[in-house]
Structure formats: C-alpha cells, structure tokens
C-alpha cells in the first residue's frame, strides 16, 4: 500500500489554526503520512512545521493566476488537500479545479464578523468554500449550522483540541513567580488576556472594567499579551486615564503567564475554541469569558460568562472572584474537569485521518 499523501494549505493563519495545523502535521507525520504544509513563509517561522517532519512551500496570501497555479501544482500530487480557514479553502477549491480529482477537506476554525459590503463578499467566499469541498469540518455547532446554510454537502463538528502544557508541576511554579515579579504583580492580584489587539476582541470593554477596579485594595494589575492595529490606541487610553493595565506585547511565555494569574480574560465578540480558554481551564486558572459562539459549548459551567461589551458585569463578576478565593477555587477545580472531557490531541488527529481513510482514493490507485 502507498503512502498516504495529504497537503495541509494555510492562509493567513489564525494562532488556533495555526497551532492544529503543526499538531496534525506531527501526528500524521508520525503515522507514517507524507504531510506538505502550504503557507506563507512567516507562518514557519513561527511554527516550524519542518520540525514536524513535514514538508513545506511557501505560499502567498494571493489568489492570482501565478499564486493558484503554483498551489495546484502541489495540489495535484496528493490524496487529499486540507485546507484551514475561509481564504485558504477558497484558492484550494481555485487549485484542484472543477475536476476534483483530489478531495478537498475545509476545516472552519473561526468566522467573519464583517457587516456591509465586506460582509456580503464574506458570505460568497463562504459559499464557493463549502461548495467545494467534500466535507466540511467545523469547530464549534454553530459553524457546522453555518456551513449547511452557505450549502455543505457534509458538514461535521470537529472540536479542535490545542495541544496541552508539557512540563513539571515545580517548574511551572517557579515560572510563575518569575513571570508576576517581571509584570510587577507579587503583592497584587494579575488578571490576564491574550489575543490580538483588534477591535473585536473586546479589549475597550475590559478597559472600562479596569478604571472600575483602580477602586480596589489592592488594584489588580491587567496583563493584555499580543500585537495588533489597535495597539496604539489603547496605550494612549491607558495612559490618559492612567488605568491599571499593561500592554506586553507578543509573548513566547504565555502558559507561564497564565498560570501565574489570578483570573484570565475573554471579552471577545465571538470566539470557536478559544486556546486562551483551552490553556486557561487545563492550569486550572478562573476563566471570565463572554457568552459568545463556541465559548459555551467549550467551557460548560467551568467559567464565568458574561455578556459582550457589558463593562458592568465583566467588572462585577471578576471583582466578585478576586474577593471570593472559594469561589475561584471552585472554577480551578471545574475548569480541569472541563478540560479533561476534550478530545486529546491523539485523538483529534486519529479522527481527522479517519475522513481522509473516507475520501481519499485506495492507496495503491491513481485518483480517478
């Protein structure tokens, strides 16, 4: 029998989408899967997929007649061509053709929140994406019932497990001494938030919340780790109100960061399967998250959930926690159980080869 063969393309590459594609790189890689990753050259950067044990061609984010070309030159080789995300499932779909000699697999991490003109051209691109492909693979319910409604064929969920911490218990607990000594926390309580500096993240929102905790003794200092459009324009807020609140920029030690927290942060406008609450809920750290897209699925009753933009309660429910040592005890302890009902990282890789064992042609045979 021959060597399964599959191409994993990437477009921009969200750190969830991003992070899956180098774990399932990995885990193909080692059941003995020939893995080509396609993306753009800072993506490796960052992720060493060549570490993996993969192969990998630099691809740009363009969807012109070169760029499609080239991806489907790659294309045609495999059994199967994975595509993550709505941008890299549209210039697949442009490389395999209408032919569709070779399955084409999308997986949809995250969506769009774009209104008007952008929005409606998000939506075609939806569209052509799921059309297609042979099956659509989504991370939360809510993007399966997405996917059905742009016109899937097959849609299914797919929860997406980040890969875990690895490290000794003693060891975590220097970090975080070190981590709340660098950021200026060791008498203070730390709350934590991780994520592009954007709009949507609800970065606005969490401010609001800290100028109501400058009230508190002591006043809890606010870590925000992560580079963004909208960084500038925080950092004027925070300094002109003189908030509680550090900007750290992008970081290479975020679990050592949140589990040296007190309380992580999600005040996000949508979110699938966050890895700020996957990473948080494994620590074992409280997690206030809003009541967005996946986020309920994912946590259960293991967080504290609140409305977006609502300052008021995002700021009452973590004053609440920092008061009730108990009560984050409780969410530590529910937080591990939550995370140990997720599939493993094995697990999620054994089922996605297992709809590549589906659509992919026998090995041994040329596609049809």
């Known amino acids: 029998m021959t060597q399964l063969r599959t191409v994993q393309v990437l477009g921009g590459g969200s750190a969830g989408s991003s992070a899956h594609v ?24 960052d992720y060493d997929f060549l570490g993996t044990g993969a192969h990998f061609v630099p691809m740009p984010l363009r969807s012109d007649p070169a760029a499609v070309g080239a991806l489907r030159a790659v294309c045609a080789g495999a059994d199967v061509v994975h595509a993550h995300g709505l941008n890299a499932a549209v210039r697949a779909g442009l490389a395999i053709g209408r032919q569709r000699r070779v399955p084409l697999v999308v997986t949809w991490h995250t969506r769009s929140l774009a209104d008007g003109a952008k929005g409606r051209m998000v939506r075609l691109m939806e569209r052509r994406a ?9 991370t939360s319910s809510e993007l399966v019932d997405r996917a059905r409604e742009r016109g899937a064929r097959d ?3 797919s929860p997406v497990t980040a890969p875990g911490p690895v490290g000794h218990a003693a060891a975590y607990e220097r970090a975080e001494h070190k981590a709340r000594a660098e950021l200026g926390a060791v008498d203070r309580p730390l709350v934590m938030a991780v994520g592009r500096l954007e709009p949507d993240r609800g970065y606005a929102t969490l401010l609001d919340a800290a ?5 508190l003794d002591p006043v809890p200092l606010v870590a925000i780790a992560g580079e963004g459009r909208e960084r500038a324009a925080l950092q004027r807020r925070i300094e002109a109100e003189g ?17 040296a927290a007190d309380i992580a942060v999600l005040p996000s406008r949508w979110e699938s399967r966050s890895l700020l609450a996957q990473e948080a ?21 293991a967080a ?4 977006y933009a609502d300052p008021a309660a995002l700021s009452t ?31 999620t890789i054994a089922q996605i080869l297992s709809v590549y064992d589906e659509f992919a042609p026998p090995r041994g045979t040329a596609p049809a």
Do not use: K, M, N
């Open 304 to 307: 504290a959930l609140v409305p």
């Open 317 to 347: 429910t973590v004053t609440g926690l920092l008061a009730d040592p108990s009560a984050r005890h409780r969410l530590s302890a529910a937080g591990r159980a939550q995370a140990a009902t997720w599939p493993t990282e094995d697990e």
């Open 130 to 138: 799921v059309r297609s492909a042979a099956v659509v693979l989504a």
């Open 243 to 259: 908030l509680p609140v550090r900007l750290i920029g992008r970081r290479e030690d975020i679990t050592d960061l949140l589990a």
């Open 281 to 301: 809920l494994r620590l074992g750290v409280p997690l206030v998250a809003t009541r967005v897209g996946g986020v309920p699925e994912l946590v259960g009753d």
């Open 22 to 45: 180098r774990s399932l790189a990995g885990g193909l890689v080692a059941r003995g899967v020939r893995v080509t990753v396609c993306a753009p050259a800072s993506l490796e950067h």
């Open 211 to 215: 100028r109501d905790w400058c009230g």
């Open 155 to 157: 849609a299914r969920l």
